[in-house]
Nanobody, 117 residues
């Protein structure tokens, strides 16, 4: 079982920056990423990164957010030029592949990011 711990959520002014971190324990991590969910909206992709370093971003954050792998089991999400529309609960997602088993995924509890005008 993989444990996922997020940190870094906060209240920030529009135009500001924030960095989220996600740490996962155990097993063989194949990919990590961030998704977000605003009130009344569906959860959406923010950014993902594979164990090989390939990244993928949601259209609304391209050019403003950067995902990076600090260690094999830790990723950071640098968020710049934050907008009110970025206000949401941000969830870390971890995909892992135990030996002799299929791929699984685990989610963190979520961390609140609020952007004020």
């Amino acid at each position: 079982q993989v444990q996922v711990v997020e940190s870094g959520g906060a209240l920030v002014q529009a135009g500001g920056s924030l960095r989220l971190s996600c740490a996962a324990s155990g097993s063989i991590i194949t990919a990590m990423g961030w998704y977000r969910q605003a009130p009344g909206k569906q959860r959406e992709l923010v950014a993902t990164i594979t164990d090989g370093g390939s990244t993928n971003y949601g259209d609304s954050v391209k050019g403003r957010f950067t995902i990076s792998r600090a260690t094999k089991n830790t990723v950071n999400l640098q968020m710049n030029s934050l907008q009110r529309e970025d206000t949401a609960v941000y969830y870390c997602n971890v995909k892992y592949h135990p030996p002799f088993d299929r791929e699984h995924e685990a989610w963190g509890q979520g961390t609140q990011v609020t952007v004020s005008s």
